[in-house]
Every structure is written in structure tokens, then in C-alpha cells.
């Protein structure tokens, strides 16, 4: 088996979770695999480096959710320990501490979504806000991340849902829409309904330990991708840093028989592309044979989010009560996260000042502002929160801009999303915002598309063992009964009443 495969040329496209993903099980089924990446590091969104003062940063930290099932075998079979134990976080506003979340999984297991309802400890927001959210569990339910539950619920705004479904407008605003601006990087009005039901159900809603959390000991770049990178070359696989693919060769029989990467061409009998959405858009606009579909040429009606990553060192030890706290209502349209890495960072453990990574999603205006103006006004929205960082002086600094750089699940986007099959027969798609059924998001689904993309290839050109995927955790038998109920009312209605109305 292992002979067959060894003539056959894959080139996947892309270094971060999916396609390294992709790459290390088909190195492993002894395919000859070239992975070719634009940057200069593996990692794509999660690549970590060190600045020429030799202080490592990296491009946003990345929690690793507890239903991050496939991402956990693969660090058991590393065998590598990068993660902290679980950790607690917390929620700010401009009025101080809004929430305290424990570690699920220690307290006595509810029936979902209880444990979450109760164990959540909110510090302002009145239990009545909180109730209004039982309603939208009929959506919850009815949204079982099928093609037909994507189109019903794509065209709809995550605000429109929310306001449909009667939730208060406190808890719109200091509970979910909070989340939507760290969990899909934009405000409700901007969030499809259907990405906003899938992402809380796997991060939240499924199962009470879901919303348990750990994060790398040190960038993922050091702590994971080094490792696992050193494991792939010596499965075989090539790794190619700065090489930016610009095109496809395709033959008369709509195979791909080559990749086009500057003056280079990589000859492949297969091809995985494993780039985020902005950076697949600049590979159709250069390329006249992608530009020949039309599932390509719509590519274009996709969008991304600006992102902001800042790295600040403190002169003193400033005490910060959890490691790691999403905050909402400093700007209106964009969400951020603050990090304690002297308590999650090995290497900031003995620090004697205080290290604080502080993240912004749909940063969109801070894009153009200097780092000295982004600096003040981090330290300014962290004296807020913990007011001990306003005696503190910033000695360091790393700003990060990431222009389109995270997935706009937008209303309406989901007809543009590909599948992993492409109409090329030998051409896979693979990425966090990839269609597919396993149910996972971020680092988890875009690593689940790197195997899927993987075993699409080994069935294609039937050679080696596919790669297996741990689905995620099953629904609770109440919400499986309660599924059913309602695909039967559905189905029922469908077959008496005549496709008239809108989705
Ligand atoms: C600030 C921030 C915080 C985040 N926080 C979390 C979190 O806490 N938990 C979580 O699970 N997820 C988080 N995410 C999301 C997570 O980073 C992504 O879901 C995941 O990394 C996507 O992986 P990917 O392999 O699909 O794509 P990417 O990581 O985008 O990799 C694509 C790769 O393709 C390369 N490429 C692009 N064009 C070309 C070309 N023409 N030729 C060759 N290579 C090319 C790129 O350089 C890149 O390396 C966060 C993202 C950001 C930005």
C-alpha cells in the first residue's frame, strides 16, 4: 500500500491547522507530500515568532476548547504536553466585572443548558434578562447544522434571531453579542444566524464542560507546530516556507497535474488547498484556470475581519484575577480579550513585570492608528478592568495588525462556501470556513478539514488507510428526543402545506 502511494505527488497549500493536518496524514501513508506556504512560518493564523529583541509573540493567543477532541488526540499522539491545566476566565465591561465562569466539569453534571445557566456567575445582569433567553432554545434545537438548517438560518441576522426569539435587550447586548464579537470576530447585525447557532452550540450549549478551556504554555508556534512540524519532515513531507502558489495546471481531463508558485511548478497528483478565505480570493484573482468555475469566481462575494494582536510588558507585577477575560462595550463594534501570560506562559513565570496579551476583533478603525496611540489606549481600556495598570509603565510592546484576516460568516455567505470536494476531480478544499458536517469551529474544524481533505485524496487515488476523525460529542438524549419531535412536526408540515414561503 505504502509502495503505490509513495509515487503519488500531493501538494497541499497552506500551513496552518488544515493544512498541516492534511499534510502529516498523507506523509504518513507515505505519499510524497509538498506543503507550500506564502509566510515564513508554518502556523498560518497561529504562527508565533520571536521579535529581534528575542521575546516570542505570535498572532493572537488560541484557547483549545474542551469538545477540541481530534486536536487533542494529535497532541497525545505528539506526545507532547503544551497545555496549561484548565482555566477559569471572566468577563469585563466599562463598569467592571460583568461575569466569573468556573470549570465546568468539575460541578455536578446538568442536563445542557443548565449547568451553564447556573453555574455562570453573572455580577449585574438580572435573572429576568437571563430567563429571556428560553425561547431561543426552540432554535437551538432546530438548528441541527444540516445543509437545510444552514439555509434557513444563514439569511438571517444573529440580531434578527435574537430579537425574534425575545431576548432582552440586556442580555443581547452584555451576554451574546459579546460572544459573537470573540467567537465569529463581528457584532450581531453582521453575524449569519446559522453561524451563530452552530459556534455557540459546540463552544457552550451542547454539553456543560464545553466551555472549559486551556491554552499553549507558550506560543503554538513553540509549543505545538515545532514539534509536529520536525514529526512531518521526517514522515517525509516537504515543508516550503515562502512560497506563494499563484495557480493551477489543470489537463483536458479536469485533473490538476500541476501548481503554479512563482517560476516553480509542483507537480501534483492531487492538490489540498488549506488558505483562509482572503488568501484563496488573491489565488482565483491570479489564477485564469480557477477563474474558469464559477464555485471559484463567487469566492469573491466572501469576506474576512481585521484583527489586532498586542503584546504588552509592564515594569511592575500588576495582580490580574484570571488568566484569561473577554471584554464588550469599549467600542461598539469590536470585541476584545486580555491574557495574564505570566500565569499562562512558562517563559513570563518569573517576569518581574507583568505581560499582557490584549486581542481586538473587528479591530477595523485600529488598523491605521500608530502603535503609540494602540498602546495608550490598551492600557488605558486595561485600567478599567484592573485598575492597577494605571500606575504601570509599558517598557515593551509588539503590535500586530491582521487585516482580513479571520472568516466573516456574513448573512448569505454560506452559498459561497465550498465544499471540500471541488468540481476538479483531484482538487480538495479544506479550512475553518469550509462546509462540512462535523460540527466543530476555529483550530478544531479547520484541522477536522485537513484529515477530511486527506482522506478525499486517499480515496481519489485509492491508496492508504484514511485518517479517522472523532465526530463530536452527541447531542444529550433530551435534545435528541427533542430533534426529533421537531424534524417530525417539519417533515409533517412540509408534506400538507405547499413550498410557498420563505425558508
Ligand atoms: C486573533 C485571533 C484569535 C483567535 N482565537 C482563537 C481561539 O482562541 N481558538 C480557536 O480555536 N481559534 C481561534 N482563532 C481562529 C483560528 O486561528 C483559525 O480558525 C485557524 O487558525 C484557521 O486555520 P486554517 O488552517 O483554516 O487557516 P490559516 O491559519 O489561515 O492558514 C492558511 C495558510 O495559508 C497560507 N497562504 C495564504 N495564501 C497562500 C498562497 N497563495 N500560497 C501559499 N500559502 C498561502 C497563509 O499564509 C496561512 O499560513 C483566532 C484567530 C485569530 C486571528
Redesign the pocket.
Known sequence: MIQEAQSKKVVV???????LGATYHLAKQGYDVTL????PY??????GWQTTGGKSVE???????YP?RNIFSLINELEINPFTTWTRSAQYSPAGLEVESPIFQDLPRLPTPLGTFIYTQFQRLPLIDRLSALPLLYSVVDFDNSDAAWRRYDFVTARELFKDFGVSARLYKEAFEPMLLVGLFAPGEQCSAAATLGMLYFFILAHQADFDVVWCRGTVGEKIFRPWVEKIEKAGAKVLPK????DLIIDSNNQATGVV?GDEVFEADAVIF???VT??K??VASSPSLQSRPEFRNLQNLGAID?L?TRLWFDRKVEIKRPSNACFGFDDTTGWTFFDLNALHDEYKQEEGTVIEA?F?HANQFLTWSDEEIVGTVQRYLTTCVPGFREAKVIDSSIIR?PQ??THFAPGSYRYMLPAQTSFANVFM????IVNRHGS??????YV??LEAANLVISNLASGTPAEILPVEPDEAHIQVARKVNQTVRELGKSILPDFWLP
Open positions: 497549500v497552506g500551513a496552518g491547522w488544515a493544512g507550500l506556504e506564502a509566510g508554518p502556523g498560518g493564523l497561529v504562527a498572532a493572537g493567543i488560541h484557547g483549545f476548547w477540541y512560497h506563494r502558489v499563484t508558485c488549506a488558505v483562509g488568501g484563496m488573491k489565488i484583527v494582536a486581542d476583533y491582521l484576516a479571520v479544506s479550512g475553518d470556513w469551529w476555529s483550530q478544531e474544524k479547520a478539514t485537513g
